[in-house]
């Protein structure tokens, strides 16, 4: 089993430019979610997936989009990039314990 | 104020000794907790998960939860170098994965 899987890994845009995150579990959970870490501000919710086919707001859910795309697959995207966005951007998803796996994360900066 | 906190650290010990690691959290209606590891570059992994008072034991890793006194810890016996790392506490404040609120973590390094 692969676990959570991320593309890409890096990535540098230009503000303005948009992107997208992809991100792949194979342990059948049903919750997927997409975190930001900053230098002393520890994990911050974005956005996050109980289930196929809802998802919801997280803690800093400005500047991005979600999509569900099937149990396994859940992308997010930057539709207008910024500097403020400059960030390591972690997905997760999570057993019924509550536990969180976490995918390799993609180091993304804006210029 | 933050719901959930740690001293940023670095806390540095010697190999072999003990690493005491301390978190505090602000909802006093929370479920559970969990000890994640993140090396440098790399993305969290768990180390423990804890939901009763007391403590709970897995090889060198203790974690000890209060809920009365809101505080969690974790102890780490006979450090070794590998477990140089940031340690994030985590909370969850109800059901739901969403409802998991993490701390800024401890920078913890183990001098050999």
């Known amino acids: 089993n692969a676990g959570v899987t991320q593309t890409p890994k890096f990535q540098v845009l230009k503000t303005g430019q948009s992107m997208t995150l992809q991100c792949a579990q194979d342990m059948n959970h049903n919750s997927m979610y997409w975190y930001r870490q900053d230098p002393g501000m520890g994990l911050r919710l974005i956005y996050y997936s109980a289930s196929e086919g809802t998802t919801d707001k997280g803690e800093v859910p400005n500047g991005y989009n979600v999509s569900r795309l099937n149990k396994r697959e859940f992308s997010l995207r930057l539709e207008s990039a910024a500097p403020s966005q400059t960030s390591v951007y972690f997905c997760a998803s999570s057993d019924q314990q509550e536990t969180q796996y976490f995918g390799p994360g993609t180091r993304l900066l804006v210029l | 104020q933050k719901e959930v906190e740690q001293n940023s650290g670095p806390l540095s010990v010697p190999e072999g000794a003990i690493a005491s690691l301390n978190c505090t959290y602000s909802?006093?209606?929370?479920?559970?907790f969990f000890w994640y590891r993140q090396y440098s570059g790399k993305s969290p992994e768990l180390i423990m998960s804890?939901?009763?008072?007391g403590d709970k034991e897995d090889g060198r890793f203790t974690a000890q939860l209060n809920k009365a006194s809101q505080y969690v810890s974790l102890l780490i016996r006979d450090s070794q170098p590998s477990d140089s790392a940031t340690y994030l506490c985590?909370?969850?404040?109800?059901?739901?994965?969403?409802?998991?609120?993490f701390g800024a973590g401890t920078r913890l390094f183990v001098k050999a």
């Open positions: 985590a909370v969850n404040t109800g059901a739901g994965g969403f409802k998991t609120i």
């Open positions: 804890i939901y009763s008072n």
């Open positions: 909802d006093r209606v929370s479920q559970s």
